[in-house]
């Protein structure tokens, strides 16, 4: 006869304890790390609290220290909700969260894959170096998949008010988050040796030299971002017509949102006949400025016509054109001539997911009719300069500027001026419009151009070689900017390297990676010698 199982009795010696107190500070890295991503969000625009960023570094691989890859997984994905979760609500403002959380989950895990490798890599000499890299990496493969990639969330675009800013002229947007993560790694292994008290030279000489050199490389490098008008210079206009209102229902009002635009052009050249305003050489209207194909309808076509004519300078204005030859729709740049008419076109070579594209439209439309409401746009494949004067004007539409290499070729294209026509009307007041400029002043010292920002509703702005704002426009307001920029021809370190600072960072991260595996297992002891047990509570 079997006795039942009967559960032990606690035990009053606190010997049933253990377990319950392993959990505690698995709990306790949890949120440090979900903390810790938020500090990052919290350094990014419209905040300029870019040194939080490094703090969030800092505290991450203080978690990350001497845990396994599958822990540094998991920290990581709780680092990456931490940051992904309030950077991308503005992807859920009108589709709900339907959006706004597989997105945010899928870039958190992605954040996760390098933390998983940091771990390895950080038990090397000079690890925080490493795990520096490591991050870079991640931020490429970010950049990449999936659905052609989402760097929405690299940490250069939230460090356009810090010291970091002019690396960017020497190593683009990795050379920046190398910059940052290795501070913050170094600030993190310095507190962590602190608290225990390994105070040694040689053993804080490390995370010392990581945790200032790059700010000192950061200093050194600000003479050499340029901001003489090499080309002379020119007086540009930014056109802001606003929308009637926000919302999905934005492209049924195109008619209101030319009409906008067109008014709004018109004032601008009786101000420069009344003197108020200096007189542009060019004017930049935004994406989605006319919706209505002006080469297909006639009305759109006298509009825009009337408007070049009365304000006398070229314009460059975004519209949706269909292509004749497949009846499908192109996001287009025009360069419109005050005599001439429609001269040139630029086509928008990177276009958004889930808005301007639906990759497996039929599977999503499973779980939601919104898919329904993503476009079937084509994508250009060449980048323009549109001649306007003396300037010659390179081109990123809205979504573009967060790529490297899109807004590379289109500035090395013999351009001396940047011109960012932008749409955000779709994401109301969210903080979309300012991650977006954000990104737009990290390109112009990454270029060392000017960048005329033009949006639909804002903010539209005029940022200067250095990064700095010289004008900016509200949130759904009616406006036009007019300022003077440099025109520059210089091609900076950044731009002459082009892509191969980031392939060298990959590289050394997965070279570091493959060593510290080769090493881990040679270190790993016999299984007889180990108890299994032990192994467990060490990854945790």
């Known amino acids: ?39 990052v969000y919290l350094s990014v625009p419209p905040r300029p609290l870019w040194w939080l960023a ?60 390098p933390c998983a490798a940091v771990p390895i890599v950080a038990r090397l000499r000079g690890g925080v170096l490493w795990a520096a890299l490591t991050w870079v990496a991640g931020e ?79 200093a050194g490098a600000w003479p050499l971002v340029g901001t003489d008008p090499q080309a002379g210079e020119v007086t540009v206009a930014a056109v802001q017509g606003n929308v009637p ?21 018109q004032q601008l050249a009786a101000d420069v006949r009344a003197g108020k305003v200096a007189r542009p050489d060019l004017v930049i209207w ?16 006298e509009l825009i016509d009337r408007a070049a004519k009365d304000v006398g300078v070229p314009i460059a204005l975004g519209a949706v054109v269909v292509d004749p030859t497949d009846g499908l729709p192109r996001n287009t740049v025009i360069l419109w001539d005050p005599q001439r008419g429609p001269v040139d076109r630029y086509t928008k070579r990177q276009l958004q997911p889930f808005g301007e594209t639906m990759p497996w439209r039929g599977f999503f439309r499973l779980f939601t ?10 994508p250009g494949t060449e980048a323009t300069v549109f001649t306007m004067g003396s300037a010659r004007v390179a081109l990123a539409t809205c979504y573009e500027v967060a790529f490297d290499d899109v807004v590379r070729d289109s500035v090395r294209n013999d351009s001396n001026l940047l011109a960012i026509p932008t749409n955000n009307a779709t994401f109301g007041r969210s903080e979309m419009t300012y991650q977006q400029l954000a990104m737009d002043r990290v390109r112009a010292v990454e270029h060392g151009r000017a960048v005329v920002v033009a949006a639909t509703s804002g903010v539209s702005a005029i940022v ?77």
């Open 369 to 378: 009719s919104a898919v329904d409401r993503a476009g079937r746009f084509v």
């Open 286 to 301: 935004p994406e989605n400025a006319s919706d209505i194909d002006p080469l297909r309808n006639r009305d759109a076509f």
């Open 464 to 540: 200067r070689p250095d990064g700095s704002v010289a004008a900016s426009t509200g949130l759904f307001t009616p406006e036009a900017l007019v300022e003077r920029v440099p025109l520059r021809t210089a091609t900076t370190m950044a731009d002459r390297l082009g892509a191969w600072p980031e392939r060298a960072m990959v590289a050394a991260a997965l070279a570091a990676l493959v060593v510290g595996l080769v090493a881990g297992r040679r270190r790993r002891p016999a299984p007889r010698d180990v108890p299994s047990a032990a192994g467990d509570h060490v990854q945790a």
């Open 245 to 265: 209102r926000a919302g999905l229902d934005f492209n049924a009002q195109r008619r209101a949102v030319l009409d906008n635009h067109v008014k709004r052009t």
């Open 54 to 113: 490094p703090i969030g570094f800092a505290v991450l691989g203080w978690v990350l220290h001497g845990r396994g890859a599958r822990a540094g997984l998991g920290y990581g994905f709780l680092f990456g909700l931490g940051l992904m979760t309030p950077l991308l609500a503005w992807t859920g403002v009108f589709v709900g969260p339907v959006a706004w959380l597989p997105l945010s989950a899928l870039e958190a895990l992605l954040v996760g894959v």
């Open 1 to 39: 006869m079997v006795a039942p199982a009967v559960s032990p009795e606690p035990r009053l010696d606190g010997q049933d304890t253990p377990a319950r107190a392993r959990r505690l500070p698995v709990l306790l890295r949890c949120l440090a790390v979900l903390a810790a991503g938020a500090l």
């Open 140 to 218: 490429f493969l970010r950049a990449l998949f999936p659905f052609g990639g989402f760097p929405w969330g690299k940490i250069a675009f939230g460090q356009p008010e810090g010291p970091f800013l002019s690396l960017a002229a020497l190593g683009g947007t990795p050379l920046i988050a190398l910059a940052v993560a290795l501070t913050g790694f170094g600030l993190g292994e310095l507190a962590r040796r602190a608290h225990a008290r390994e105070l040694a030279p040689r053993l804080v000489l490390a995370p010392v030299l990581a945790a200032v050199l790059p700010l000192v490389a950061a």
